[in-house]
């Protein structure tokens, strides 16, 4: 009932809630939850983030999950896949995003998304991210990052 949107309705793990938390203050619109199609295969992206110059799939690495050997071949052939279909990927840790969320994901994905362009929000410009304006405030296609 206190969901803003409906990407606060999703509940998948406490590692996505944090980094969507942080997406939020910030304004970086990002789907929650997005399926991607590769050939045969279908995908379910923690965050894929639309960029004017590309799309950017974000990715929690939780431990149980991802510490198989198995589920980091499958991991192989996802991130081949998504690579090969004109994705780029971020992946964090569960110790990453406790530990480092504002240290090292977040100016990562930062980073990254005003690298590709800024936030493609449909609007008549992109918009990137200033980390310095306490989420409050994007930078414009032309400002100064």
Known sequence: MAAAEINDL???SPLEDLLWEE???LGIQAER????EVGQRSYSLDFAIYC???KL?????GD?????PEK????????NDLTSTGWKSLRFSTRQIKEEMAEYCVPSVVKTVNSMGGVDEGGILPKKVDLNAD???QLGLFDES
């Open 10 to 12: 999703f509940d998948e």
């Open 23 to 25: 997406f939020k203050r």
């Open 57 to 61: 799939a974000v990715e929690t690495d």
């Open 33 to 36: 939850q997005e399926f991607v």
């Open 72 to 79: 980091a071949a499958e991991d192989n052939v996802r991130e």
């Open 52 to 54: 004017a110059k590309g």
């Open 135 to 137: 989420g409050r405030r």
């Open 64 to 68: 149980t999950w991802h510490a198989n």
